[in-house]
C-alpha cells in the first residue's frame, strides 16, 4: 500500500498513513451508547495505531537500533497517551521539558544552525521530565483491537472513495 498525506491541505496538518489517499479518518462501531469518553479514546487509539503502522513501515534493523522515543508536540502533554504509545511501540517513551513546544523549537535550531550556530551548543538534549515503560499485559490486550484496524481500511476502501 502506498503512503498518503491525511488531513487538512491548506494548513498540513494530519498524519501519515500507508492505507492510500482519499480513506479519511473514520470512527468505526459507535453507538448511541458510547459517550465523549469513548470518542476521545477512540481517537488516541486510532492515532497510536497509525504512529505504530508507521514505525513499523521501517526497516526491521532501522527498528531494532531505537532504544527509546521521545513524544513531542501537544500529545507530551497526556500520560494516557504516553503510556499507549510506549506499549504499542514496545521501547520506553521521554517526554522531556518542553516536549509541548518542541516543534517549534526545532524549526528554530534548524533556523539557528544555518545561520552558522554550534551544533553541539544547537542540538543539546532537554531534560527528561516523565518516562513511561511499555506495559507487556496491555500490549496483549490491544493487539486484537490493531489487527481489526489494519483490516478496516482495506475493507472500506470502496465505501469511501
Known sequence: MGSARQGDAETGRGTRQRHGAGQG???V???HEHGAGDTAHAVVEGVSFGLLDGFAALDKSVRSSVSELT???GGARSA?????LATLLQRPLVVREGSETAGALGAARLAWLT???DEEQVCRVAPERRRFEPDA???DALQPRYEKFRKLYPALRTLFS
Request: charged share 15%; hydrophobic share 40%.
Open 25 to 27: 479518518h473514520r470512527v
Open 115 to 117: 545561520e552558522s550556530g
Open 80 to 84: 494516557y497517551w504516553a503510556r499507549t
Open 71 to 73: 513524544l513531542v508536540g
Open 29 to 31: 462501531g459507535l453507538t
Open 137 to 139: 499485559s496491555a500490549f
